[in-house]
Each structure stands twice: as structure tokens, then as C-alpha cells.
């Protein structure tokens, strides 16, 4: 718990989402302790994200997170769906493509249950909730933190866990182009909801989409997939180009909120408008149903926003790091931002654990030695998978509609490579594992972004 007078503390992370709660983790059974300052008032009521979203959680996820606690993976799979079938439904008839999955590819789960399992390892007192970073300052002495209506504290390192509009970044980025700073829009819009057991919306979904499966409408445009325990979870995603040609007043919602983000709170028309959609691309009827019987207050609306791709991840000179979004955030569409935060936790939390290994209060250049092993170790890596998922996020709309323009990462030669081996991409994005006991060779070794045979 954070003593409230100017305490120095040894690590700070800004953030306790999925990065920074898995960092804490990370760091805790390496014996090295750390307090989380988060911003929203507790895990269920304030995390728009977290309330109405799934995750799709894959292989080199688990393996990060396996690495720094075995039980984790078959937790998952409890709590969570293992997700064995795929199919593309053209609403009548035979599936277009059905895609069959062995048990352990792909597991979904609703991201505040992650969380959850995540605190259930974690010790209470290291999360302060309502604790919002609003500034640094940095000098000889070190960091000072200040919180929003908080005393302020110091510490030896901060890392910024603080998502994609991370209040950290613009300080690492301050010498680079504003543009890199903060988030850009992607010129698409989402819409997603979780559906609790219970409901008719929920046995339509059940219906629709059985235990274990997803299922892809209108040629993607709508997803279902079970997410476990009883939920069904839905994602509909549209380029802005398509949805002004419906003269619908779509466009606006994106861009007018700073954060991306907002629900409906029965207030916006937002169901009049998806059932809109519905009859405009001649939904099935059991799913126009569904959206009919919606819940409106279950509705989350956004933009998409990413990163441009960033040269460094901490600020010259001083302790502070980014890590998960807030240093490498991507388009949702390829289901890696929570994988590449897990990656992240993995390998920072060993290095910092290497130099607590070698003395109690480490000083300013053992800190700065972690940050830039872990640096040198994450960003090639990171770095692709943000990149291709960029570029994925903004491709993959079907049959040519909606055109968009391509993400700048498009002309990137490593991309490039990349794009025409997609299931070597494939392989080696989820068939990574991170390490977490440090050896010598692995702390030398960089692990480069390997070259495509
Ligand atoms: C709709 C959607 C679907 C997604 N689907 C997938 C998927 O299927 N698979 C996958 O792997 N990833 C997915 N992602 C991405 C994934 O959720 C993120 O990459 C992941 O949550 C990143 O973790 P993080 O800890 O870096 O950031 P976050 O989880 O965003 O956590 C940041 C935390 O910082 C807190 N915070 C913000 N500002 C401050 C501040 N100033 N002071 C203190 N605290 C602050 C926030 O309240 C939050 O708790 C999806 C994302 C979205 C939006």
C-alpha cells in the first residue's frame, strides 16, 4: 500500500491492466516487490475496456504466462472457452469455411475474468486503485510521481503499464514527433458487448454460436464466440467509408471522445442504428434478433487507435520504461496486444530480478542496465508483431468494400517479407517462448526478428 507522505519507493508502475498486473507478478516471484498506481476506481466498475470485452488468448500468451505461473494455463482454459471451431456463416445454407482448431491454439476469455485471475496471485496491497499518474518530474535525485489528488512519491523506476493513451509515452517520446506520441485513428469503427447467461440475447447467441466455436457473419463484419462460463461475446467492425455511404451519422462517435471510448448508456441510439446495419447488409434474422434484444447498456462503441511504431521505449537518462501498450499499442483485429504486454512482464521482470539478485537496493546504472537489456530483447520483436497486426487490422475487410487507405507500416521491407509468408508470420509469432531465468547467453543474446526461409 502506498504511504501517504513522500515514501521513495523502489518500482512504480503506472497502470495495473493486463501489463502491468502481470509485471507486478513477474517481479513478485523473482522476490522483488513493486506498487501498482492505478488510475480507475476498481477492477469492475471503471475499466470501460475490461467490462465489455473478450480476449483471444494464444499460444505464445500462455507460454508467457505459464513461464511466471504454471497454474495459469489450465485456469484459463476453466474459466475461458477453448475455441476448437470456426466457422464463416453465410447466415443460409452450408458454412462457407469451417476452420478446426486442436484444443490449446486459441482460448477466449472475457478480459475482467483475466484480470481477476490475475489478482488472484497477487497480493491485495500492491494495487492502488484511484491512484492516476497525472505528471513526472525528473532531476538528479531521481523520479517524483504525481498523482491526481494524491500526495506525490518518488522511486528508483517507473514503468509506464499505462495503456494506449498512456500519460507516460509523451515524456519517453518527448524529443520525437508529436504524431508518435500519442495514438493514431485507424478510420474504423468497433463495437463490442459481452452477453451474461440468462438472457433471451444470450440463448439467441447460444443458438447461434455453440459452445467451444466462433462464428463470422457478413463475411467477418460480425463475430460471436463463445468466451466461457455461459457468456457469448460479439464484435462488429466497420471501415468509416462504408458506413458514410449508409448517410448513417456513424463517423462522429469515433473521433469526438479522446479515449476512443465510450458506452451508450442507452442514451446514444446506438442499437437503432446497428439494427440499421442489420437491414441495410441483410443480416440473418436470428441475428437481427439478437441486436433487437440487446441490452443497450451492454454496448461499448469506439475507434480504433494504434502507435506509430516507436525507437525507444524509456526516456534517456532516467529510470523509466514503458511496457504493453502504452509502448508498442495495435489494432485488436490480430488478437496480440495482451500477448506482446505478457512478453513484455516476462522478460523486464527477469532483468530486474537479476539485479535485485545481486543487491538488495540496486543503483541508478543496474536499473539502467535492465531497462536496456530489456529493450534490446523486446523491441525487434514487439516491434513486427505491432507493425504486421497494423497493417493486418487495416487489410482485412472482405470482398474489396469499404476501401481504406493502407497503414504507413505497409512499406516497411520487413513487413514486406513478412506478408508473403503468412503462415511462417504465424508460426513465429505464436510459437515464441520468452525466458525467464537468465543465463549468460541469453542476456547477450539479442533476440533479433529471425530471417523468413
Ligand atoms: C476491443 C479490444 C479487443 C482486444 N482484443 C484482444 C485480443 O483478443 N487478444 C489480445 O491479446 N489483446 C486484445 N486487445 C488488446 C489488449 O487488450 C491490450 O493490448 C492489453 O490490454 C494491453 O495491456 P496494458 O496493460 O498495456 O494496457 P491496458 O490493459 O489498457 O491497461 C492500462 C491500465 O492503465 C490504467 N491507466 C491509464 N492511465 C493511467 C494513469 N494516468 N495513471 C494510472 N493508471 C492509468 C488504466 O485504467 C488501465 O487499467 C484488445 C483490445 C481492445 C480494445
Known sequence: MIEQRMTQHSIIIAGGGLGG??????????????QILEGSDNLNESQLNAKGTALSIWPNAVSALTLVEPELGKKLNVIGAPITRTVVDPGVGKPLREINKPPGVLTMIRWNRLLELLDSY??????????RVEQIETDLQGLTIHIKNKPSITAKLLVGADGLWSKIRPIVLSDQPQTWQRPRFEGQGLWVGLLPP???????????????????????????FDCGEGFRYWRIRLPLSILKEYGLQWQRFAQENSEGIRTTEGKSGVKERLLDLSLKRRWPDKLHELFATMDENLICERGI????????????????????????????????????????????????????????EPDFQQYQWAISCYEKQRIPRATLVQMMNNVQGRRSFFGGEGQIELAPEENHPLVQEWLAKPDAYRQWQ????????????????????????
Open 21 to 34: 498486473r502481470f509485471l507486478c507478478l513477474g517481479l513478485q516471484r523473482q522476490g522483488v516487490k513493486a
Open 122 to 131: 497477487l497480493p491485495p496491497s500492491s494495487i492502488n486503485y484511484n491512484h
Open 198 to 224: 440468462g438472457s433471451r440475447t444470450n440463448q439467441l447467441a447460444c443458438e447461434l454460436c455453440p459452445s467451444g466455436e466462433g462464428r463470422l457473419f457478413d463475411q467477418g463484419v460480425v463475430f460471436l
Open 305 to 360: 487507435f494504434v502507435h506509430h511504431v516507436a525507437p525507444r521505449w524509456s526516456l534517456p537518462g532516467y529510470n523509466v520504461v514503458l511496457l504493453g501498450d502504452a509502448a508498442h499499442g495495435t489494432s485488436p483485429v490480430g488478437g496480440q496486444g495482451g500477448a506482446m504486454a505478457f512478453e513484455d512482464g516476462v522478460v523486464l521482470a527477469s532483468f530486474l530480478g537479476k539485479i535485485f539478485s545481486e543487491s538488495q
Open 430 to 453: 505464436q510459437n515464441f517462448v520468452p525466458f525467464m531465468q537468465l543465463t549468460k547467453e541469453s542476456i547477450e543474446e539479442n533476440i533479433d526478428i529471425p530471417v523468413v526461409r
